[in-house]
């Protein structure tokens, strides 16, 4: 029987990051799509020939991974642009993460955390999609918080979307608005649902 796979998702500052952290601790494997994104924009990898494409040479660094900095002043500052890289890239990250989770065992519950799940049409990869939700005001004075200005947070913000879409394609969600210890409580009750889960597609 293949493993339990599961989407985690949720906007800038939600929070999904520590419910990441915490369904490893709880015994899931966990990929960041973040970090599949990274080894896609290395020298020569799938990524970085496809930003090329898009971009032209300048938006590749001497060594031939990806300029991060230059792709996120035009995706940011042109949304066609920022269409046009997610279509290239979000397939990739995709047909990557079906590949790590082909080799997890029976029983495993493998996560993916990714930002754009359900808007990239990642959902049918899925048994199961989690979006972690907090509202705006409070996800904006987060990421200010965590080093971002009020423009560049707002900036991201505007970029992801209202979330409308998120929710409409996520079968749970967990409210990060009331602190950590409300939050570590919905992810426990989380983990027992996603073994109990498993127990029975695998058996």
Wanted: hydrophobic letters at 45%.
């Amino acid at each position: 029987m293949p493993p339990l796979l599961v989407g985690l998702t949720g906007g800038l500052a939600s929070g999904k990051s520590t419910v990441a952290g915490k369904l490893a601790e709880g015994g899931c494997t966990v990929v960041d799509a973040d970090a599949l994104v990274a080894e896609l924009y290395r020298p020569g990898a799938p990524g970085a020939l496809a930003i090329a494409e898009l971009f032209g040479p300048t938006a590749l660094q001497a060594d031939g991974s990806v300029d991060h900095r230059v792709v996120a002043a035009r995706v940011f500052a042109d949304p066609q642009a920022r269409k046009a890289l997610e279509a290239a890239i979000h397939p990739l990250v995709r047909t990557r993460f079906e590949e790590i989770a082909a080799g997890l065992p029976a029983g495993a519950i493998g996560v993916l955390e990714a930002t754009l799940l359900v808007e990239a049409g990642y959902g049918p990869t899925f048994d199961l999609i989690v979006s972690v939700e907090a509202p705006t005001e409070i996800r904006l004075a987060r990421a200010v918080a965590r080093g971002l200005s009020p423009e560049d947070a707002n900036a991201r913000l505007a970029a992801q979307g209202d979330g409308l879409k998120r929710r409409q394609g996520t079968h749970r969600e967990i409210d990060n608005s009331d602190g950590p210890e409300h939050l570590a409580e919905q992810v426990a009750v989380l983990l027992a649902d996603l073994h109990a889960l498993s127990r029975r597609t695998s058996g």
